[in-house]
């Protein structure tokens, strides 16, 4: 199953500061939810673990993270994470890219991330998988944007876990389109 999501924040802070927070990946994983690095291996390779619940199902993946590319004159970054399953059901993949740009006083910060799951995710199916990606992504950039403006999340928890009304929202959405949509295609084929 794969999403692709584009984002782009406006940081109130100047690029050279906000481009070492993108860099410097002990400080950026607070801002992934669920996230926290396990060992670093050498100056473009980190292993960690992803956590996340889905309603009843939970999840922790056991991966790899790699610094692809590094641009420092062009604020550019690659970067590509590889996960397991750690009960064997599944794995998902990241390609994350991401550009800063000069805005006045501020700093833009755009980034697409394609996500691919496999395994008893995927079985969620892609609209799913799509709205979690998007609200994981929204809090990365809430996250993100509050720890290079110096502001931290109010509690540690808020920062370090996905926001679990929220993705017991999506999945009822999900599931509630789906009825309709497919009742809807019922009629539609029927006529």
Known sequence: MKSTIEKKILVNQTINKTWALLNDPSKIV???PGAQLTEKIDEN?????????????????????????????NHELVLNG????????????????AKL????????????????????????????????????ADQFSRNFKNK?????????????SLNALSMAGSILKS?????F???KEEEETKS
């Open 181 to 183: 949509g497919g009742k």
């Open 101 to 136: 740009n000069e805005n006045n006083a501020q700093t833009e910060f755009q980034y697409s991330m394609e996500v691919n799951i496999s395994g008893m995710l995927a079985q969620f199916g892609s609209r799913l998988i799509t709205d979690v990606s998007n609200q994981v």
């Open 82 to 97: 590889k996960g397991l399953d750690d009960k064997g059901k599944g794995s998902a993949d990241m390609l994350l890219h």
């Open 148 to 160: 290079a403006e110096g502001l931290e999340a109010s509690t540690p928890e808020e920062a370090e």
């Open 175 to 179: 599931k509630i389109g789906g009825l």
């Open 30 to 32: 607070s801002c992934v």
């Open 45 to 73: 390779n980190y292993k960690g673990i992803v956590s996340m619940k889905f309603g009843p199902v939970a999840v922790k993946y056991n991966g790899q993270v790699k610094f692809e590319k590094r641009d420092n004159e």
